[in-house]
């Protein structure tokens, strides 16, 4: 009776599927890879960081180069390598607001429920996206900063202020800003996972990013310079220096090691939320 | 086979689901009927493993829902059919999913040709309709063929030629020995694709039956009847057991007794019949009537009995 009736609806029966469909963590990954891939938000986050990076490092070099410093205590303390590379400063937001676009647009939509009833030990969803999240934040940022880092460079020699790549602690700044930009991305995931909501987030990202370095800012002396080394984008930092200044920054790696665990903690806050309780 | 024991689920102080114990078989297509605000999406929530009870117990084929190493071939739902990314295409969807437990590509074709998106698989799944939004997510939920199916309010928004297709779908799928449980607040609906029945209310279990004998308790069948001597009629048929309710046209209405008995009765009197009639009362009003006992029962000063309405199987 129905085949006789002309149907826009498909009665064609769906056949078995007979496979063993086991859940692993590198399959979890292959599927979050397409998520991201196909998320327009992922090439125009990643492309206006790559803007931002080459952009403001470049436009800030030629105001440099305008304007040299001048004296003896100006120029031994003018680090041309984080001129070229001060447009990571405005990159982290874009990062970090793909970070936490990255979990809260599957709550805002519904879709974590889909996501986790299919993986429903969830964490390899977790760190899933942070894994891929800190691959493409690198494999965008890490060309990125170096075309910053030679494009500023380039303008600065005009005015004989440039460092080679050759020179100490140059080469570490340059990738360090790239690792910078990968944790910063991965503090937005991890925002967004333990808030589940894009606007608390993103503000949630502009308060630990910006906030407790003024909050900081505001304690008295010599116990305000000590604490502010800790504040997370301070301690982040210090390894996008060539020099850091001891009074006011830890030294490049511990600083970075400091950032880093203030990823570590949130995800680790993330994954507690996600793995108990209700999706 | 989903097999709920005690099963409560409290958000702060709101009660969603109270201590909730049936068995979704096999083989069948199971109704899960309520009104809105019953708790139906909670309880499928737990089901799905994405809730955690309050306390009591929820298993699917015999494991608890989270335990399940490939879960899609275990369990396959769909609770809400806007939860996909807008701007992802149908095919993006259904391949991330598949990819969690490494299902091919070629049963992801397979599922949308079956559930008939064909033609729109690479547009953005955000400016479906609802009844295509339904499709895409019972395409989600049979991706892994699983054993036990779970769809919360799958008919919502599809046409006729939807709803017809759906409902060959679920009775295929529990024909091949599936369990299937699928919710609704319309009776009708259900009443028309399933052949067991939960029916909560206020978060409390109802009934838990089969249709048919859920129409026949809830709203046993009036007789209409008018005779050519109605009150020697009645007295005649005054009997414990039996309901007389004379209607506004001078008819009378008897629950209790066969149409042909009541002929019978007539005839032996003499009585000449005018009007016989069985009315079977709609299935919407049966349902109202019970989750309207089940309201009433709890804004009393809550008896120990519970519901008002029981009929365990």
Redesign the interface.
Known sequence: MTSTTPSPAPVAALAAYPRPQKVTQARVLRSEWTKLRTQPSTFWTLLSAVVLITGFGILYSLVRETRPPHGAAAIASFDPAAVSLSGVQLAQIAVGVLGVLLITSEYATGLIRTTLAAVPRRLPVLWGKAALLATATLAMSLPAALAAFLGGQSILARQHLSVPLSQPGVVRAVVGSALYLVVAALLGLGLGAVLRSTAGGIAALFGLLFGVQLAAGFLPGSLGQEVGKYVPTTAGQAVTLVRPDPASSLPPWAGFGVFCLYAAVLLGLAALRMRRGDA | MIEIHALTKRYGTTTAVSDLTFTVRPGVVTGFLGPNGAGKSTTM?MI?????PTSGSVTVNGRP?????????E?G?M??P????????AY?HL??????????RS?VD??I????LRGVAGRRAGKFSLGMAQRLGIA?A?L??PATVVLDEPVNGLDV??I??IR??LR?LAA?GKTVFVSSHLMSEISQTATQLIVIGRGRLIANTSVAEFVATAAPPAVRVRSSDQHMLAGLLRSPGVTLTPADDGALAVSGMAAAQIGAVAAAAGITVLELATEQASLEDAFVDLTQDAVEFRAAARPAAGPAFEEEK
Do not use: C, Y
């Not at chain 2, 799905?48 to 955690?52: A, Q, V």
């Not at chain 2, 989270?66 to 071939?73: E, F, S």
């Not at chain 2, 040709?113 to 008939?116: E, T």
């Open positions: 929530r799905l493993g994405l809730d955690e829902p989270r335990a399940h190493t490939a879960p899609l071939r369990l739902g609770l809400d806007r939860a996909v990314h807008p701007s992802r295409s993006h391949l991330a999913l598949a990819q969690t437990s490494g299902i091919r049963r397979e599922v040709d079956a559930v008939g989600a049979l892994g063929d030629e939807g017809r297709w060959v779908l295929d091949r």
